[in-house]
């Protein structure tokens, strides 16, 4: 099993920025990439970005150039850095791990975060 566990959410003034972290725990052998989803308020859960073992990144369009996903593979954790925040950024994050192998998917229990206007 994979265990993910996100945090670094919080309350941030849009312009403002923030970093998330997922550190990964368990059989991380397992997962070959790794990524950030998020669920603003009544809406359907939506990709931010991802990244592989070998580093390679996607993001949403529309985040390009605000949001950077990186990992340290030393310490099995992801991070997420959101820069010029806006309010419709609010939302809940989850952390994801996908496993190739065996074609399944890891999730966190998500970090809230929240930009004021």
């Known amino acids: 099993q994979v265990q993910l566990v996100e945090s670094g959410g919080g309350l941030v003034q849009a312009g403002g920025s923030l970093r998330l972290s997922c550190a990964a725990s368990?059989?991380?052998?397992?997962?070959?990439?790794m990524g950030w989803y998020r669920q603003p308020p009544g809406k359907q859960r939506e990709l931010v970005a991802t990244?592989?073992?070998?580093?390679?990144?996607n993001y949403a369009d529309s985040l390009k150039g605000r949001f950077t996903i990186s990992r340290d593979n030393a310490k099995n954790t992801v991070y997420l850095q959101m820069n010029s925040l806006k309010s419709e950024d609010t939302a809940v994050y989850y952390c994801?791990?996908?496993?190739?192998?065996?074609?399944?998917?890891?999730w966190g229990k998500g970090t809230l975060v929240t930009v004021s206007s």
């Open positions: 994801n791990g996908y496993s190739t192998t065996l074609g399944k998917d890891y």
């Open positions: 368990g059989s991380i052998f397992l997962i070959n990439a």
């Open positions: 990244i592989t073992r070998g580093g390679s990144t």
